[in-house]
């Protein structure tokens, strides 16, 4: 059986699973309904009661929304900061915290770091295996977006070749992201440092934006590159070439007349050859390169280990809520012992009583669980919003199976419970509620 179940695709499992969670559901209602038509009874005690029904329902809504939303939160992250690493297979840096790196040099947080040199830079960059060697500088800003020196080679390559006007030709000129305010031909000078650190009109450059990035949903959209040469110049360093070819822009760069970067970003001409120079270049007390993506999936354990919490949290407090609910339906039940009272005097079977009070339950309760998933949506949709604006990553977090499964397993376990306020309506004395 486990091995047919694993051959299913998975659609089918999750359509077999919240159908195996409907289930008890469905059976319970036809058996209860065979024969007997509760509708019209059923819709009279909703509109009677409607207020106390509309709590009842906001209460279950609320609950289920809160589970389902933080949970698709979660997965928006996990999807948003891994796609956001797309573009940076390896990463080559001076010895150090992997994930102080990634996040310096994948999410653009300021950070300090040591410089790799230009032996370093150049062994890696004249590496047969090598298609892009881009070598990094921070330390700038301008009006909170951060400006990153690179080389047309990395521009491009983290455009995807689609840059809007064109590359830099001149120390002095820039390409910038979607999302930094800049446009093509306007101008800026660089503030130092970035934040609360940031030091206004601190150098005398003044940049022209020559092209434009396309939107990319990660950091970088509010990023500024400019040749690596101008952070150099701007900061009183070498240009990385000798006098002789003092203007030269971009690789390849003389060793004497290196700076230093602290990241080099690689991409390799194939796939396997990945693994090849993460061996070659993680050398101990020299450099490290590491893949963002192996640092993720370690975030991602750890995520996970939270995610794992927070289903625990979502769980209990639907326990809760549950017994809540079970509690307002015997609270509920005595508002129509009356009706049903005057039902089981003129002769109605008990299972039609049954099956009205219990069609009146899971009105109610699937009506909040409907709301809940729909109020885990928008939840999750504001909070996604909120979370692209402070973190420039791209979050887009929608409901999906395991949020159904929820829902639907809470639907199920609420309204089996509902059957004891349902058949405690035929232990009510009789004459007791008909003189009430």
Known sequence: MRDLWLSLPALAQDLI?????????????????????????????????????????????????????????????????????????????????EMTMMLASVYLQ??????????????????????VAAPLAFGDSYEGAPIIGSTRAFAAYLSGQQIDGRSWQGPFEAIAGAASGLAI???????????DAVTEMAHDEVFTVVGTLPRTGTPWDRAILVPVEAVWIVHGLATGHAPENAGQIGPPF?????????AIIVKAKEL?????????????????????????????????????????????????????????????????????????????????????VWGYCATLILTGTALGLGLGQAAASVLSAIITQRTDILVQ???????????????????????????????????ENLRA
Do not use: C
């Open 272 to 356: 396997w050859a990945n693994y090849a120079l993460h061996s070659e270049f993680n050398r101990q007390n020299e450099t490290m390169a590491f893949f963002p993506a192996t640092v993720l999936s370690e975030l991602y354990r750890v995520m996970g280990d939270v995610r794992q919490a927070m289903s625990v949290m979502s769980v209990v407090t639907q326990v809760l809520v549950a017994a809540s609910v079970l509690l307002s339906l015997f609270i509920l039940g005595r508002l129509f012992a009356r009706q049903m009272a005057l039902l089981r005097a003129v002769g109605a079977p008990g299972r039609f009583l049954v099956a009205t």
């Open 185 to 195: 031909g306007d101008q800026f000078q660089p503030s130092h440092g970035r934040g």
């Open 17 to 97: 699973v919240l159908g195996a969670l409907l289930a008890p559901i469905i059976v319970v209602t036809l058996f209860l309904n065979r024969r007997f038509a509760v509708r019209s009874l059923v819709s009279a005690m909703l509109w009677r009661f409607r207020w106390a029904n509309l709590t009842f329902v906001a209460l279950i809504a609320i609950a289920v929304g809160m589970g389902a939303g933080l949970i698709a939160q979660e997965q928006g992250i996990r999807k948003g900061t891994a796609s956001a690493a797309d573009k940076f297979e390896l990463i080559i840096s001076a010895p150090g915290s």
């Open 397 to 431: 977090a929608s409901l999906g199976w395991t949020e159904l499964h929820l829902a639907a397993g809470f639907a199920s376990g609420v309204l089996l419970l509902a059957l004891i306020p349902a058949m405690a309506v035929l232990r009510q004395p009789l004459l």
């Open 254 to 262: 003389d060793v004497d007349y290196f700076p230093g970067t602290p």
């Open 110 to 131: 300021p950070s300090d770091v040591p410089l790799l040199d230009g032996e370093v830079y150049n062994a890696v960059a004249n590496h047969e295996q090598v298609e």
